[in-house]
């Protein structure tokens, strides 16, 4: 069982930027690393991934404000968010994606834009 902690969370206004990461307890790399959100009220959205190769897709929502990419070492991925709306207010998930057995998941962090 892999372990996911995602941490970067917080209240900023609308405009800035936060960079949130993804560490997990042992190799990520292996995976496609996927970034989901909820937002109070609504369904879990897919909004940022990396496959194993570096490919990389967006929601259209977050495209051209939000990047995803690995760390240096083989265990971190992170978002990084930028021009921030206050309806990317939501609690943002990690997850690593495994071809055999249950996905891993982190336990989420909250980001809050205020207007």
């Known amino acids: 069982q892999v372990q996911l902690v995602e941490s970067g969370g917080g209240r900023v206004q609308a405009g800035e930027s936060l960079r949130l990461s993804c560490v997990a307890s042992?190799?990520?790399?292996?995976?496609?690393v996927a970034w989901h959100r909820q937002g109070a009220g609504k369904q879990r959205e897919l909004v940022a991934s990396?496959?194993?190769?570096?490919?990389?897709d967006y929601a259209d929502s977050v495209k051209g404000r939000f990047t995803v990419s690995r760390g240096n070492t083989d265990n971190t991925v992170f978002l990084q968010m930028n021009s921030l709306k206050p309806e990317d207010t939501a609690v943002y998930y990690c997850e690593a994606v495994r071809l055999i057995g249950a996905n891993f998941w982190g336990q989420g962090t909250q980001v809050t834009v205020a207007s």
């Open positions: 042992a190799r990520i790399d292996i995976y496609t």
């Open positions: 990396i496959t194993r190769g570096g490919t990389e």
